[in-house]
C-alpha cells in the first residue's frame, strides 16, 4: 500500500553529496504500487492540478487579505509568493476537509455556491475542476495521501568533489585551491571542512558584502551629512568647522554608506548568529561612524583604522533642539534595518509611511515579494468612496495587511530626514497597527518599535529561507524559480516538479539554518554541496525540469576580476595595481580596474546601487569586447611574470621552460622545421594544465580542446620564427607592459610624491647579460624562444573562454 | 516553448519578410532605421501638467484639486495647461523657466499622438512601469524596445542592439542587453591593444586573427557539451554578442562625432525658455539644453551610427508625495525637453522619420492633494507616442473631470463613452502595445508569439 505518512519532499542533504539529487518521489511498496515513473504524490498532485486547477477559482478570494479573508472566512489559501505555500496548504485543507455539513464536506459545498458562500458559485458540479477537488478532498478525508519512494528524478551528472571545491574557491574566496585542499576534497568530510574554510577567508568577505548589497542595494553614496542628525561630529560634513577636511568627509561618507554591509560582515566574520542581522541590539561601526553616532571606539577616525569595525552596544546619540531648548534622545539598533544608510537608501515619504522599507523586510528577510501579490487589476478610480481603502478595500488590503504592520515598524523615523528617530512620535491611525504576521507590537514597545520587529523577523521559518534564496541568487546568479503559470504548456508537469524539487529543498536548508543557529557558513557549504551548484550535465530534452541548473553563471565584474588573479596572479588593471586604499589594506593593497573603477563595472554588466541595479546575466557584444581587452592586458603581463619563478612556483606553466619549443628554430628559411622530440608532448601537456587551471576543464593532451590551443600555439611561434629570420629582430616582447619587470607577489611600499602616495614595487632582478642564460626572478623583456608571445596568445584566448567568464 | 529557447529554434529565415522597412543598403554590421527610443518618466507623472490639462473642479469638495493651472488650451484638441495666476504656464526647476507644453504641442511636439486616460490598472510602481515597457501587468514580457532590437538582430549583427537605459529591460533573452561603455570605447574598439593609441597591440597580428578564427570551432566544442539550460542559455547569448564583435568599430564614430551646437536648436526652442537654456552652466561651460540632452545625445549617435535599433531612458523625479506642485513641475520641466531634444536632433541626424519615440509614466497623480501637499498613486495616465505609420498631431481617449478614465467605443475609438458604460473599452497598456507591435512590425514574428499581451485587450485602431 502507499504510505500514508504525511509527505515530506525535502532533499536529504546526504543525498546531495554523492551521485546525484534524489528525492522522495518514486512510490512505496506495496502490490498496488505504481511503476516509479507514474507515481504521483499527495503533494505533487496538490501542486499540479489541485493549486494550479481546481483552487485557481478560489485562491483570488482566500488569500490571506482577500475579500474572503476579510469577511471572516476561516479557510485560506497561500499563494505561491508564501515560501512554504504547499505545505501550508495541505495543513489548510487537511484541516478543512474534515468539517462536514449534512453529510457532506463543506469544502466540497461552498464551491458550488452553497452553505451561503460568499463568492457564490464558482465551480460547476459536473466540472473537470470539481471533479479533482473531490478526488483531493476524498484521499484527504480517508488518510490515503501517498508518497512516493526515492529515487533519481532528475537524473543529472553532478561535478567531481575536486571540481567542485575549485569552483567554491574562485567564486566564493577569489583563490585556486592548493593541491592539500584538492586532495582533502575527495572525502566528503574533508570537501566540507575545505569549503567552510573558504568562508573564513578575506576575500570572501568582500563577496558576502556583494551578495548583500545586490539584495539590499545600500551601498548607493549617502553622504557625510547625515550626521548632521546627530550631531555628534560636524567635522565630517560642516566645511566650516576647523577640524574639516574634503578626504575626512570621503572616508565618513565611505564609512556611513558601507555601514549596513560591514555590519552583516562583523556578523558572519565573528561567527555570530545571522539574525542579528535584523535583531542584533548593537551598533557595528568604525571610528568614523562611532563619532558621528556619538559612541566610544579606542580607535581615532583616521583612514588606517576604516576596517576597524566593532560591536559597540550603545545607542547612537542623537543631539536635538526642542522648543529652543537641547534635548538628547537615543536611537535604537536592530541590525542594519535602522542604520542610515538602510533607511536613506529606503527613503519613505509621508504617504508611504515606511511601506516600502517593510516591502524590502519582507523581500529579503521573510521571503515575501509583495509586488506578486499586486499584479492584478486595480482601479482607483472605483475607489473614491471608499473610506481608507488600504484597509477597507479588498483590492488594496491583500496587500497591506501584511504590509502596514510590518511598516509600522518604522515608527518613530523621521519622514523628511529618513534618520532622525524620536520616540514618541504618533503613527499613522489610518494603518493597521504594528506587527508582524498577526501579531501586534505591544503599545510598550512602539519607543523602539524596529528593535520589536528585528527580534521578530527570525522567529518566522520564512526568515531562514529567505537568507537561503538571497545566499543563494549571489552564488548561482539566477533568482530562485517562479511558480509555473502557465498551465497549458506541454511541459507543466516538469516544471511544477522543478519547481517542487527547488522550493522544498529551500524549505530543508532553511530550517536547517534555523537549527544551526544561524550559521552562515554552514547555509553556505548546503548551497554549494547541492546539485544547483553542481550540476554539470544532463538530458538535453528536460530543459522545464532541470530549470535552474547548470554551469555557465555569467561573472560579474567583481568575481571576474578575482578570478583573474585567483588564476594567473593578477588582477586586470590599465594604471597600478597597488593603491592606497585603506579599504584594501586586508588585499596586500591591490585593485582590480573591474571592481574598483565603477564605470568598468557598469560596463561589464554590474549595478551601480542606484539607477542600475539589477546585473546582466548574460553576456552582451560590449561584454565580450571588455573580456577580449581584460583577457589580454592580464595575459600580456601575467605570461612572462609566470616565466620569471621556477617551475614548482608557477601558477600557469609549471610543465614547460622558455625554451621548450615544438620546432627547432631555424639558421634560415631555406631549412624545414624540424620537431623538437617531446617538445609537442611537453606543451601539450601544459595547455592540459591550463585548461584546468582556468576553465575548470579536465582534458586529454591529445583532445579536440588541447589540439585547438595547441594549433595557436604553433601558427603564432612559427610566425614569429618566421619574422625573426625575415626580418631579424623579433626577440622582444610585443609590447611593452608584457616586460616583466615588477615581482607583484612581493608585498607593496607607498612613498608620498607628487601630492600623492605612489605604490613602490620590488623589482625584478636586472638581467645584465642578455645572452647569459635567464635566472628565476630576473627582470624578463626578451622572447628568445618565441614562447613566451605565443603561450600569451594561448592564455589570452583561454581568458577569453567561455568557460572563463563563466563558472 | 520555454521562452529562453526560442532563440534556438528561430532562425534568421523568415524573419526579414516582417521588415518591410529593412534598409537593403546598411552594411551588416550597421542598422539604417527605423529605431525605438522608449522615455520614462519614473515615479508617475501627472498628466494633468502636461496634456490632459484640469482646473479645479466645482462644489465645496471638489473631485479634482489643481493649485497650478488656471486656463487650459485646446492645442490639436490636446487639452493643454495653459496658464497660471502670474501668466503663461511654463515648467520650471528652480526658477527657471524650461519648458512649455504648449509650444511643444503646437511646433516640434505636432506629430505627437498624445493618448489620455489610459488606465494601467495599478498604483504600483514596478507594475507601472512594467505594464507601460511591456504591455502587460501580470506577466513580466520583454520590453517593446528589446523585442525590437530582437527582430533587428536577427537581421544585423550589430554591437549594441538594445541599449538598456530604463527602468524596466527585461528581453527575455531575445537580445543581449547593451549599456554605452562611455569613455572605454577606444579601448573595446581595439580590444587586443593595450591602449588604442599604441602602435603595437599586445599580441601579434598572427595571434588575435587566429584567435578570432579559433573563436567558432571552440564554441562549437562548447555547444556540445552544453545540456542543462544555465548553460545553453549563456552559450547562446555569448554565440549571439560574438557575432557583433566586427561591428564594434562603430563605437569609435560615436565617440568621435562632433557635439551639436545650442545654434542648431535656438529655433526649436519656446520662446520663454530660450534665455536660460541657451546660457551656459558656469559649472562646466556647456549651454543648459546641451547639458539637458546629454544623457539622451548618445542614444541617438548610436542610433545615427547604426550600432544600436532601440533604447531605453528613464528620468526619476516624478514620485511627488510631497510639495507636489514644484517637484512635479521641476520634474516634467527637464523630463519634456529632454523630448524635445530628441525630437530635434533627431530631424537634425536626418532619423526623425525613422524614430518610434514612446513616452509613458508609471501611472498618474491623484486628483486632490495629500497633506503633505503631494499627490499620491492615482492608475489613470497619459502616453505620448509618435513614429512612421502613426497618426500624430491629435489626441485620442479622454478623463472626465476627476480623472477618471472614459472609455472608447470599440467600432470607433475616437468616440469617447461614459466612465461607467461597459459597452465601452478602456484603454489599457495592453492596447497601447498591441497597436506597437504592429507598426513595428513585430506581431508577424514567430518569436513574438511567445509573448503574447493579455487577451482581454483586443486590437483597437489607435495609431490609424
Known sequence: MPSTRRPRLHVPAAALSGLGLVVSLGCGGGDDAPSASSCVSTRENFTNKVYGKALSACNGCHTPGGTADQRGAKFKIYRETYPDFVTANLDSMRAYAKIEADGSPILLQKPLGKREHGGGPVLREGSEEYKILSDFVAELRSGSERTCAAGDVLGVKLSTNREALRKAAITLAGRFPTDAELGQADSEEGFDKAVLALTNEELFYDRLREIWNDALLTERILDAGVGGVFGNAPEQYDATHPGYTPEGRGWATASVTQEPMRFIEYVVRSNLPFSDVVAGTYVVANPYTAKMYGLPHELPASPENFLAWKRIDFSPVQNLTVAGAPKVVAMPSAGVLSTPSFLTRWETTRTNKGRKRARIVLKNFLATDIFKFAQRPVDSTALTSVQNPTSNSPMCSVCHTVIDPIAGGFRGFDELTMSRFAPDDKWHDDMLPPGVNSVQMPPSSYGAAIMWLGAQIPNDARFGISVAQVMYKGILGDDPLPFPTDRAAPDYDDRIKAFNLQNDWFVQIGKDFREAKYDLRKLVLAIVRSVYFRAVSGDKAKDALHEGLGPGRLLGPEMLGRKYRATTGLYFFAGDQGVKDEQRQRDGYLRSDLIADPSWRLVYGGIDSGDTTKRNDTVSPIMVATSQYTASMVACRSTSYDFTKPPPARRLFPLVEMNTVPFTPRANLDVALTAVPDGERKIRENIKHLFWRLLGQTVAPDSPEVSLAYGLFVDVWKDLEETDLKAGNNRGMTNGRCIADIDYDKPLKFEFTAGRWAPVYERLAARPDPKAPYQPGMRLDRDDNFTIRAWQAVVTFLLMDYRFTHE | ?464
Open chain 2, 1 to 464: 516553448m520555454h521562452r529562453r529557447n526560442f532563440l534556438t529554434l528561430t532562425g534568421l529565415a523568415g524573419v526579414s519578410i516582417f521588415l518591410p522597412w529593412g534598409d537593403a543598403s546598411a552594411e551588416p554590421a550597421s542598422w539604417g532605421g527605423p529605431y525605438v527610443l522608449h522615455m520614462h518618466a519614473g515615479g508617475g507623472w501627472d498628466p494633468t501638467l502636461l496634456c490632459d490639462g484640469k482646473l479645479t473642479a466645482q462644489g465645496a469638495t471638489p473631485v479634482y484639486e489643481n493649485r497650478l493651472v488656471t486656463g487650459v488650451a485646446d492645442v490639436n484638441g490636446i487639452p493643454v495647461p495653459a496658464s497660471t495666476k502670474d501668466g503663461r504656464f511654463i515648467l520650471r526647476n528652480a526658477g527657471n523657466a524650461i519648458e512649455d507644453p504648449q509650444h511643444f504641442f503646437q511646433n516640434v511636439g505636432k506629430q505627437m499622438l498624445v493618448l489620455n486616460g489610459v488606465d494601467t490598472q495599478t498604483n504600483n510602481h514596478d507594475t507601472g512601469v512594467q505594464g507601460l515597457a511591456c504591455g502587460h501587468n501580470d506577466i513580466e514580457l520583454p520590453c517593446v524596445a528589446a523585442l525590437f532590437a530582437g527582430l533587428v538582430a536577427r537581421q544585423r549583427d550589430i554591437p549594441m542592439a538594445f541599449l538598456a537605459g530604463g527602468q524596466y529591460n527585461r528581453t527575455g533573452d531575445v537580445v543581449g542587453v547593451s549599456r554605452f561603455p562611455g569613455d572605454k570605447v577606444p579601448l573595446l574598439a581595439e580590444p587586443f591593444k593595450g591602449a588604442a593609441t599604441e602602435e603595437k597591440g599586445l599580441i601579434t597580428d598572427v595571434a588575435q586573427r587566429r584567435i578570432l578564427e579559433l573563436r567558432g570551432a571552440r564554441l562549437a566544442q562548447l555547444d556540445r557539451e552544453a545540456t542543462l539550460p544555465r548553460n545553453k542559455r549563456t552559450l547562446q547569448a555569448l554565440k549571439d554578442a560574438t557575432k557583433g564583435g566586427e561591428s564594434i568599430n562603430l563605437l569609435k564614430k560615436i565617440a568621435s562625432a562632433p557635439a551639436p551646437t545650442i545654434d542648431a536648436f535656438r529655433d526649436g526652442l519656446a520662446p520663454d525658455t530660450v534665455a536660460y537654456l541657451t546660457s551656459k552652466n558656469p559649472v562646466n561651460n556647456v549651454e543648459r539644453f546641451i547639458e539637458i540632452g546629454a544623457s539622451v545625445e548618445t542614444i541617438l549617435r548610436c542610433f545615427q551610427t547604426g550600432v544600436s535599433a532601440s533604447a531605453t531612458f528613464s528620468q526619476g523625479g516624478f514620485d511627488t508625495h510631497a510639495t507636489h506642485d514644484t517637484n512635479q513641475t521641476a520634474a516634467m520641466a527637464t523630463f519634456l525637453a529632454r523630448v524635445r531634444y530628441v525630437l530635434l536632433r533627431a530631424q537634425q541626424m536626418g532619423i526623425g522619420d525613422k524614430l518610434f519615440l514612446l513616452v509613458t509614466s508609471d501611472f498618474g497623480r491623484t486628483p486632490k492633494y495629500n497633506t503633505g501637499d503631494g499627490k499620491d498613486h492615482w492608475n489613470v495616465t497619459s502616453v505620448l507616442v509618435s513614429g512612421p505609420q502613426i497618426r500624430g498631431g491629435r489626441v485620442l481617449g479622454k478623463t472626465d473631470e476627476g480623472h477618471r478614465a472614459l472609455r472608447v467605443a470599440q467600432s470607433d475609438v475616437n468616440k469617447t463613452l461614459p466612465y461607467a458604460d461597459e459597452s465601452g473599452v478602456r484603454i489599457h497598456p495592453g492596447h497601447v502595445h498591441r497597436e506597437l507591435r504592429r507598426v513595428m512590425g513585430l506581431d508577424g514574428a514567430d518569436f513574438v508569439k511567445q509573448f503574447p499581451l493579455p487577451a482581454t485587450d483586443v486590437s483597437l485602431p489607435l495609431f490609424t
